[in-house]
């Protein structure tokens, strides 16, 4: 079956950095486009950044433009999220998502807690 594995988050002090890690199996991973979402407490989940099957086409929110970077590798089955210049209001579960046209087709990980504090 579908699983999706993120890990890497933790506790950073405001302007730091962090790497989340997203691991996936049971499906056709280089012919998926991924992306990473998020949700902070009270608030609904939004799409961060998103990047297409080849890794050839990407997008993010305003909020994290030019301070995070999405990337891929096919050939470990994992999708990247490069956080820099971290802000409290950054702080939020980071899931993984694997998108289709089809939204029976997608599929969630757990999340990984991010929280920026000094």
């Known amino acids: 079956q579908v699983q999706l594995v993120e890990s890497g988050g933790g506790l950073v002090q405001p302007g730091g950095s962090l790497i989340l890690s997203c691991a996936a199996s049971?499906?056709?991973?280089?012919?998926?486009?991924m992306s990473w979402y998020r949700q902070a407490p009270g608030k609904e989940r939004e799409l961060v950044a998103a990047?297409?099957?080849?890794?050839?086409?990407?997008n993010y929110a305003d909020s994290v433009k030019g301070r995070f970077t999405i990337s891929r590798d096919n050939a470990r089955n994992t999708v990247y999220l490069q956080m820099n210049s971290l802000k409290p209001e950054d702080t939020a579960v980071y899931y993984c998502?694997?998108?289709?046209?089809?939204?029976?087709?997608?599929?969630w990980g757990r999340g990984t807690q991010v929280t920026v504090s000094s």
């Open positions: 990047i297409t099957s080849t890794g050839g086409n990407t």
């Open positions: 049971g499906f056709t991973f280089s012919s998926s486009t």
């Open positions: 998502k694997k998108e289709s046209l089809i939204r029976a087709l997608w599929a």
